[in-house]
């Protein structure tokens, strides 16, 4: 058991690690991408499709995997990867369609940049933190108990 519980503490680590790594890779992707082609827009059938809603939808095809199945394991690191890449976008928007007018210029000003890197910055550290929790979790866990007579 305590090999298990071990296991699962460094899977906890490794799956904080690819999501945050691919919410902060996609961030950059996406921002080097608009800076050098700022009026770049995803029109599908009259409708600007903002990376808001395609980080949604990845969330949602990445997001429920890892809710039904709810393991630690290798085989959903896909899953997993698709999650990041999804919230990454839909968190680099967001702080975009609020502080901004939502034009294609505001999405290169300093409220725009800097928002979402705090926002990124804080999904992936509570990733982290939800990874060192589990980490002290089980610790106690395998820490003998002391009974008094």
């Known amino acids: 058991m305590t090999d ?7 899977e906890a680590g490794k799956s904080a ?8 890779v996609t ?4 921002r080097a ?3 050098f082609s700022p009026n770049a827009d995803l029109n599908v059938g009259g409708y600007n499709l903002h990376h808001l809603f395609t980080g ?3 969330v949602v095809i990445g ?3 890892l809710a039904v199945f709810r393991h630690t394991e290798r085989r959903l690191y896909p899953a997993l990867l698709v999650f990041g ?3 990454g976008m839909a968190l680099d928007e967001w702080v975009y369609l609020i502080a901004t007018d939502g ?3 505001s999405y290169l000003t300093p409220v725009s940049l800097w928002g979402a890197v705090v926002v990124i910055g804080l999904a992936c550290a509570y990733a982290c933190a939800l990874a060192l929790w589990e980490r002290a979790r089980i610790k106690r866990i395998k820490r003998p108990s002391v009974t008094r007579t």
């Open 4 to 10: 298990k519980l071990e296991a699962g503490s460094r």
């Open 17 to 24: 690690l690819l999501l945050g790594g691919a919410m902060v």
């Open 27 to 30: 961030f950059a992707l996406l």
């Open 33 to 35: 991408w608009l800076h």
């Open 56 to 58: 949604l939808l990845l």
């Open 63 to 65: 997001g429920i995997p």
């Open 85 to 87: 890449v999804g919230l």
């Open 103 to 105: 034009s294609n210029a």
